[in-house]
Structure formats: structure tokens, C-alpha cells
């Protein structure tokens, strides 16, 4: 696991932002012992707090943060593995694995959740079925919020050194359009992005 560190490339960019915008959240996550808890996780379940997909703030949180990382991913995925301790502090991107790799997550709070990263679908949340509604938009809403806070000086480092090679936004503008497709239909979606431990 996590050979494709060694595609990690450091270059002068900037240091991570310092705004108080997700910033406090994203300090505060940690990587999760192993093993990774039992059970079903996905990007999104329906459930009786969210019986559409395409209408609930889940929906919302999942597309404000694809949006915040759109062309950024390697830089992104640098930061997340900085803040676990993978990888040191002068790398500032991570070309993602063709193949899913996966990282287990707790927050401040200790609320845990998968990462999951390739160059198909970028990089991606995972709930524990038993994870609150609430709690799953906290936290994409609190990595949205400190990624958009620190895209000014990573765009620009992306300036000097070349786009990333990452396929996440058109995966999830396949997804959110057939998701948006089949509810329109009254073909409701029961789960986004599943994976059974």
C-alpha cells in the first residue's frame, strides 16, 4: 500500500493556508488505527433524513467539495497525506494511483471516515452507514471550505509547474447527471460510491 508515494513531486509552492476558514477542522484530523471498523460505507446512503439524492445537502456538500478540488487534486491529496504524517513537509503534490487506495480517518471529534483516491475518480469521502447525516456534511463541508481557502497559491504553483493529470470532475459530473437523470425518472438512488469492510 501507497507504492505510488514514490510519484510524490516537491516543488517550491506554498505552505498550507493559515486561514481560519476549515482550517481548525482540518488540523485536527488524524489517520485511524487499523483495522478499518466493520460495515458498509459509501459517499452517500439513502436514508429517512435524505430520501433523494439529488435534493439533499449531502448532494450539495459532495459537489461543493469535487468543485473545490477540480484541477487540484495532487496538490490536494499532498496536503490530506501531510496532515497523516505520509509524506514530509516540502511535498506539495501526489499524483494519484491508477488503482483505489484508501485511508482511514478521524476527525477532532472522532468521527471516522475513508479517503478514497485514484486518477478516475479523484478523491472521495466514505461514510460508515451508521455515520449522522450531519456529521457527513461537516466534514465535506470542513475540507471544501480549508481546500477553497488554499486555492489561490496552489493554482498558482499549478501555473509554474503544469496541470495535474486527474479525471475526478468528469467522473462526477457523470454521476451527478445520471443521479439527477434517474431521480427525475422516480428512479430513486439508494447509495453513491460503496465499499463493504
Same mark, same amino acid.
Not at 109 to 130: C, M, P, T, W
Not at 177 to 183: D, G, M, T
Given at each position: 500500500?501507497?507504492?505510488?508515494?514514490?510519484?510524490?513531486?516537491?516543488?517550491?509552492?506554498?505552505?498550507?493556508?493559515?486561514?481560519?476558514?476549515?482550517?481548525?477542522?482540518?488540523?485536527? #484530523?488524524?489517520? @485511524?488505527?487499523?483495522? /478499518?471498523?466493520?460495515?458498509?460505507? +459509501?459517499?452517500?446512503?439513502?436514508? =429517512?433524513?435524505?430520501?433523494?439524492?439529488?435534493?439533499?445537502?449531502?448532494?450539495?456538500?459532495?459537489?461543493? #467539495?469535487?468543485? @473545490?478540488?477540480?484541477? /487540484?487534486?495532487?496538490?490536494?491529496? +499532498?496536503?490530506?497525506?501531510?496532515? =497523516?504524517?505520509?509524506?514530509?513537509?516540502?511535498?506539495?503534490?501526489?499524483?494519484?494511483?491508477?488503482?483505489?487506495?484508501?485511508?482511514?480517518?478521524?476527525?477532532?471529534?472522532?468521527?471516522?471516515?475513508?479517503?478514497?483516491?485514484?486518477?478516475?475518480?479523484?478523491?472521495?469521502?466514505?461514510?460508515?452507514?451508521?455515520?449522522?447525516?450531519?456529521?457527513?456534511?461537516?466534514?465535506?463541508?470542513?475540507?471544501?471550505?480549508?481546500?477553497?481557502?488554499?486555492?489561490?497559491?496552489?493554482?498558482?504553483?499549478?501555473?509554474?509547474?503544469?496541470?495535474?493529470?486527474?479525471?475526478?470532475?468528469?467522473?462526477?459530473?457523470?454521476?451527478?447527471?445520471?443521479?439527477?437523470?434517474?431521480?427525475?425518472?422516480?428512479?430513486?438512488?439508494?447509495?453513491?460510491?460503496?465499499?463493504?469492510?
Amino acid at each position: 500500500m501507497f507504492e505510488w508515494f514514490k510519484k510524490a513531486k516537491q516543488s517550491a509552492g506554498s505552505s498550507a493556508p493559515q486561514a481560519d476558514d476549515g482550517h481548525a477542522f482540518f488540523n485536527a #484530523l488524524r489517520h @485511524a488505527p487499523d483495522p /478499518i471498523p466493520a460495515g458498509e460505507y +459509501a459517499m452517500w446512503f439513502q436514508s =429517512l433524513d435524505e430520501e433523494s439524492f439529488s435534493t439533499s445537502a449531502s448532494f450539495r456538500a459532495i459537489d461543493g #467539495l469535487f468543485q @473545490a478540488t477540480a484541477g /487540484i487534486e495532487e496538490a490536494v491529496l +499532498a496536503l490530506i497525506l501531510r496532515q =497523516l504524517g505520509k509524506v514530509g513537509p516540502g511535498i506539495k503534490r501526489v499524483s494519484l494511483p491508477d488503482d483505489t487506495d484508501l485511508m482511514s480517518v478521524l476527525t477532532g471529534d472522532k468521527q471516522h471516515y475513508l479517503v478514497s483516491v485514484n486518477q478516475e475518480k479523484g478523491i472521495r469521502l466514505h461514510f460508515h452507514h451508521a455515520t449522522p447525516v450531519p456529521h457527513r456534511i461537516a466534514i465535506l463541508d470542513g475540507l471544501a471550505a480549508y481546500v477553497r481557502t488554499g486555492r489561490p497559491p496552489i493554482e498558482e504553483m499549478y501555473r509554474r509547474e503544469g496541470a495535474g493529470k486527474c479525471a475526478g470532475a468528469q467522473w462526477w459530473a457523470a454521476t451527478r447527471h445520471v443521479a439527477i437523470e434517474l431521480e427525475a425518472n422516480a428512479d430513486p438512488v439508494k447509495l453513491i460510491g460503496k465499499l463493504v469492510f
